[in-house]
Nanobody, 133 residues
Framework: VQLVESGGGLAQPGGSLRLSCTGS????????FTWFRQAPGKEREGVAC???????YYEDSVKGRFTISRDNRRKIVYLQMNGLKPDDTALYFC????????????????????????????WGQGTQVTVSS
């Protein structure tokens, strides 16, 4: 399983960026994907998640500004980021996990996707996003 992020860069406050996470080496449509970010001196946090069924979850501070989507044919997961703020500055990286079930329910769900205890199968190397005037 390999994940490669791209699309990061410098944006002005209020601006937009679109991040991409391209997957290879696995059956893309069987996986859920999550974008995480980590700023210097801060804990890693989950930003947005999309399941194999296209359910989406968002961290509260990005709701209404960020949109996660996936293109199974092209094997890409996108994170469209609008209304960027300086607090969005961080290294952004994507993680993937094959859908699993526990007692008939998805193991990755709204309660677990951003948990630091959830073990994703694969991680990318990250792309830097800097929001500054």
């Amino acid at each position: 399983v390999q994940l490669v992020e791209s699309g990061g860069g410098l944006a002005q406050p209020g601006g937009s960026l679109r991040l991409s996470c391209t997957g290879s080496g696995f059956t893309f449509e069987y996986y859920a994907f999550t974008w995480f970010r980590q700023a210097p001196g801060k804990e890693r946090e989950g930003v947005a998640c999309i399941t194999n069924n296209h359910e989406t979850y968002y961290e509260d501070s990005v709701k209404g500004r960020f949109t996660i989507s996936r293109d199974n044919r092209r094997k890409i997961v996108y994170l469209q980021m609008n209304g960027l703020k300086p607090d969005d500055t961080a290294l952004y990286f994507c993680a993937a996990d094959r859908v699993k079930y526990t007692y008939g329910s998805p193991t990755l769900n709204e309660a677990t996707w951003s948990s630091p205890n959830y073990e994703y199968e694969a991680w990318g190397q990250g792309t830097q996003v800097t929001v500054s005037s």
